[in-house]
């Protein structure tokens, strides 16, 4: 009987302990807090008490130039039927996409029945007007219309990585991350970065925080074709939850293990 006592004692003393340890878990992730809107929120109006930067209205959307290592593809129609020919095909109207081409390093691309054409630093407008002279040199009626075959960025970071396609002009960040699936909770929004090459130079590293409503109108606001985009992982990451709910089912679940396992040993000392 005694024993029964003794034993019934240490374990109400041992749950003692779980209690309060468990108390001062939670009292730490209540200090520490979810991923409130505050962290995770995109589009919020800077104030002096979030401290999230104003950028300079810079709007502007910059046309694309063609750099070396780029790939093009191009469409060649003619009603020539001598060129239909040639080309391997017997009907009317030739459409050819051919496989694409790459910039060479003097900036010229090499497309069959002409001469190296130079498009470096050209707009994929221009380079089509230019492509479209030279084939009509040979082709009076020819028409020829080009595209950028690696119209892509990268992702990397704390956010589902990979190599996506630019499917629309004038893509934006917010539509570019819609692509990947968002940012995690974890991601650092406050220092995200575009890394975007540069001719004959290093690449351009642009930071900025994406919380903040003022990057609509900024250079951060639009992606360009070989852009990689780099989110970081926070340094806090390890004591935040995605929500209290998981945390609170994980505690529940623990205190009721560890209350049946005492009161089995209870049972069994008796």
Do not use: W
């Amino acid at each position: 009987m005694l024993k029964s006592i003794i034993h019934r004692s240490k374990a109400m003393k041992a749950m003692k302990h779980i209690g309060q340890l468990l108390v001062v878990v939670l009292a730490s992730i209540m200090l520490t807090g979810c991923y409130g809107h505050r962290v995770i929120g995109l589009l919020q109006e800077p104030t002096k008490h979030n401290k999230i930067p104003v950028y300079e209205k810079d709007s502007a959307h910059e046309e694309y130039r063609i750099r070396v290592n780029d790939e093009l593809i191009y469409r060649l129609i003619t009603m020539d039927e001598t060129i239909s020919k040639v080309l391997g095909t017997n009907e009317s109207v030739n459409t050819q996409y051919a496989n694409s081409y790459r910039v060479y390093d003097d900036g010229t691309i090499d497309l069959p029945f002409l001469k190296p054409i130079h498009v470096a630093g050209l707009t994929v407008e221009e380079a089509q007007d230019s492509v479209r002279a030279a084939f009509k040199e040979i082709i009076p009626d020819a028409d020829v219309k080009l595209a950028l075959y690696n119209k892509t960025f990268t992702v990397i970071g704390d956010i589902r990585s990979g190599e996506y396609y630019i499917y629309k002009e004038n893509m934006n960040i917010f539509e570019a991350l819609a692509v990947t699936g968002d940012l995690l909770d974890s991601g650092d929004r406050r220092h995200v970065r575009i890394i975007r090459p540069r001719d004959n130079d290093k690449p351009e590293i642009l930071e900025f925080d994406i919380r903040s409503n003022t990057i609509i109108d900024s250079k951060y606001y639009y992606i360009y074709p070989n852009d990689v985009i780099y989110v970081a992982r926070t340094k806090d990451s390890f004591v935040k939850v995605a929500s209290y709910t998981g945390f609170l089912s994980l505690i529940t679940s623990s205190v009721a293990l560890l209350i049946s396992v005492l009161n089995y040993s209870t049972t069994l000392s008796k």
